[in-house]
């Protein structure tokens, strides 16, 4: 049986590291062999519904952020953290993600009911990277 979260949610996006831009990104690029800076931002989402994006943080693949969302959710399933490199022209470049299960949450929690740490994401390369949340 899979546990379901109701109640306030606030996530707190701290910072990244360990970015990497993947081939797609690369695409346009004069330095398609080299190191490439991106120009990240996160989204939040429940269950598949944008709750929140933080801002985009230019030319850097360690960005900080410290920005909090907050949302109502109702039998929530997971919260899925997702990066984008931010492009001039069309669609943004999807970079990383990684999905955090309410029913593993609540499994581990405490009488604080206060989740931090860093996460691993997963880029379509399988470059891991990491996000600190709260």
């Known amino acids: 049986m899979t546990m379901k979260f109701s109640g306030y949610l606030k996530v707190r996006i701290g910072e990244a590291v360990g970015l990497q831009p993947t081939r797609w990104s690369l695409r346009h690029s004069l330095f398609r062999k080299g190191y490439q800076l991106l120009d990240p931002y996160?989204?939040?989402?429940?269950?598949?519904?944008?709750?929140?994006?933080?801002?985009?943080?230019?030319?850097t693949n360690k960005p900080t952020y410290n920005e909090e969302f907050s949302a109502t959710v109702t039998d929530g399933h997971q919260i899925e953290l997702s990066v984008f490199h931010d492009t001039p022209i069309g669609y943004d470049d999807f970079v990383a993600n990684c999905t955090l299960h309410f029913q593993d949450l609540l499994r581990s929690a405490a009488p604080s009911d206060t989740f931090e740490g860093w996460v691993s994401s997963c880029s379509p390369e399988e470059k891991p990277g990491e996000l600190l949340w709260e």
Not at 42 to 59: L, P
């Open 42 to 59: 996160v989204t939040v989402s429940v269950d598949q519904v944008r709750v929140g994006q933080t801002s985009t943080k230019q030319k």
